[in-house]
């Protein structure tokens, strides 16, 4: 505010001391020109505080501005820095599942491989063994009949029996009856079975004698008629001259004991696939004279032996492979010990850098 109004221009006034007033030039009193010097002084200062107050004011509001941009700009970085560790997370979650599964996944169809390799080894030592018990078998029922002096009848019974409880045992899914005493017709009844549906039917009688006879076919070739069955194979300890292991005689295969399995295995894989191809019966008649005469060969007789030959040398190399299979899966063992601490340590380092470590 003006210390001096412009009306005092127009009269003239007096002033005490030296001093000038600067509107009308008259002298003014030092007391006076004190008065005006501080007040202009006050004012000065006044206008000194309010400046500083409006620049501490202006201040503040930048700093808090500045303070606020900071904190926004830090949570961002921080929520950035949590989503990129939550996908380092997803990531390493993903890689360690997969690595998992794949390891499952391995043993799983290394456990399948086993099993098939040891229920192969089992069927082969099975069918070895079956075959070296029927062979002594047969033996010793020669020489039990030889010591004990027993009948045809009773030595046919025990054949009879030891034919139909070796077929139960080799195809399971079929039906497999044997016939009463005193009724007539084979001694076992053998239906093929495939998909719920039976397909056909073998015959069998067991023959334990001293000597061979022409009417042991004549009869099971009778009761193949009778029965509408598509094999015969006749059990006998016997064979005509010049014959062995096995022989093929008036639509009958005539087979050592030892043999009767693997050829009713043959017969019935036979019948099974003239099933599904719907052949007429004299297409099954022509196929089946085929395979008796294939059955009966001599090269037929050399593939079987190889077969069991080349089956003792794969129970042998079998036995040393399940050595070095135990070994193997000590090995392994270790190493899944170790992927599984390597994946513990992979998700304790992640919990360590998103802060859940121990909880």
Same mark, same amino acid.
């Given at each position: 505010?003006?210390?001096?109004?412009?009306?005092?221009?127009?009269?003239?006034?007096?002033?005490?001391?030296?001093?000038?007033?600067?509107?009308?030039?008259?002298?003014?009193? !030092?007391?006076?020109?004190?008065?005006?010097?501080?007040?202009?002084?006050? *004012?000065?200062? #006044?206008?000194?505080?309010?400046?500083?107050?409006?620049?501490?004011?202006?201040?503040?509001?930048?700093?808090?501005?500045? !303070?606020?941009?900071?904190?926004?700009?830090?949570?961002?970085?921080?929520?950035?820095?949590? #989503?990129?560790?939550?996908?380092?997370?997803?990531?390493?979650?993903?890689?360690?599942?997969?690595?998992?599964?794949?390891?499952?996944?391995?043993?799983?169809?290394?456990?399948?491989?086993? +099993?098939?390799?040891?229920? %192969?080894? =089992?069927?082969?030592?099975?069918?070895?063994? +079956?075959?070296?018990?029927?062979?002594?078998?047969?033996?010793?029922?020669?020489?039990?009949? +030889?010591?004990?002096?027993?009948?045809?009848?009773?030595?046919?019974?025990? &054949?009879?029996? @030891?034919?139909?409880?070796?077929?139960?045992?080799?195809?399971?899914? @079929?039906?497999?009856?044997?016939?009463?005493?005193?009724? %007539?017709?084979?001694?076992?009844?053998?239906?093929?079975?495939?998909?719920? =549906?039976?397909?056909?039917?073998?015959?069998?009688? #067991?023959?334990?004698?001293?000597?061979?006879? %022409?009417?042991?076919?004549?009869?099971?070739?009778?009761?193949?008629?009778?029965?509408?069955?598509?094999?015969?194979?006749?059990? &006998?300890?016997?064979?005509?001259?010049?014959?062995?292991?096995?022989?093929?005689? @008036?639509?009958?295969?005539?087979?050592?004991?030892?043999?009767?399995?693997?050829?009713?295995?043959?017969?019935?894989?036979?019948?099974?696939?003239?099933?599904?191809?719907?052949?007429?019966?004299?297409?099954?008649?022509?196929?089946?004279?085929?395979?008796?005469?294939?059955?009966? &060969?001599?090269?037929?007789?050399?593939?079987?032996?190889?077969?069991?030959?080349?089956?003792?040398?794969?129970?042998?190399?079998?036995?040393?492979?399940?050595?070095?299979?135990?070994?193997?899966?000590?090995?392994?063992?270790?190493?899944?010990?170790?992927? !599984?601490?390597?994946?513990?340590?992979?998700?304790?380092?992640? @919990?360590?850098?998103?802060?859940?470590?121990? *909880?």
């Amino acid at each position: 505010m003006a210390l001096f109004s412009t009306s005092s221009r127009l009269a003239p006034h007096a002033h005490a001391g030296a001093d000038r007033c600067p509107l009308c030039e008259q002298p003014i009193a !030092r007391d006076i020109a004190r008065r005006i010097e501080a007040r202009r002084q006050e *004012q000065h200062e #006044a206008a000194l505080a309010l400046a500083r107050a409006e620049v501490a004011a202006s201040m503040e509001r930048r700093l808090e501005a500045a !303070r606020s941009e900071a904190q926004q700009a830090a949570e961002a970085a921080a929520l950035a820095k949590l #989503a990129e560790l939550q996908a380092r997370l997803a990531e390493a979650e993903g890689a360690r599942a997969a690595l998992a599964a794949e390891q499952e996944a391995a043993v799983a169809r290394r456990v399948e491989e086993i +099993k098939l390799a040891l229920n %192969n080894e =089992r069927e082969a030592a099975v069918l070895a063994e +079956k075959a070296k018990v029927l062979k002594l078998q047969s033996e010793l029922a020669d020489m039990q009949r +030889k010591l004990e002096g027993r009948s045809a009848h009773e030595l046919g019974e025990a &054949s009879e029996v @030891d034919l139909f409880e070796q077929l139960k045992a080799a195809f399971e899914g @079929d039906r497999i009856r044997r016939v009463g005493k005193g009724v %007539n017709g084979a001694d076992v009844i053998h239906e093929i079975v495939n998909n719920g =549906r039976v397909c056909g039917k073998i015959v069998y009688d #067991a023959k334990n004698r001293n000597a061979w006879q %022409n009417e042991f076919v004549a009869k099971l070739r009778a009761d193949k008629l009778a029965e509408g069955a598509d094999h015969a194979i006749l059990a &006998s300890n016997k064979f005509p001259k010049g014959a062995k292991h096995l022989h093929h005689q @008036d639509g009958v295969i005539v087979a050592s004991p030892a043999q009767v399995v693997a050829v009713a295995d043959i017969l019935r894989g036979l019948t099974v696939r003239m099933h599904a191809l719907r052949m007429s019966a004299e297409q099954r008649e022509k196929k089946s004279a085929e395979l008796y005469a294939f059955i009966t &060969s001599a090269h037929c007789r050399e593939l079987i032996d190889s077969v069991e030959i080349q089956t003792g040398k794969m129970l042998e190399l079998d036995l040393k492979e399940q050595e070095a299979h135990r070994r193997l899966w000590d090995q392994r063992a270790k190493l899944i010990q170790a992927v !599984r601490k390597a994946n513990g340590d992979l998700a304790f380092e992640i @919990d360590r850098i998103i802060g859940t470590a121990g *909880q």
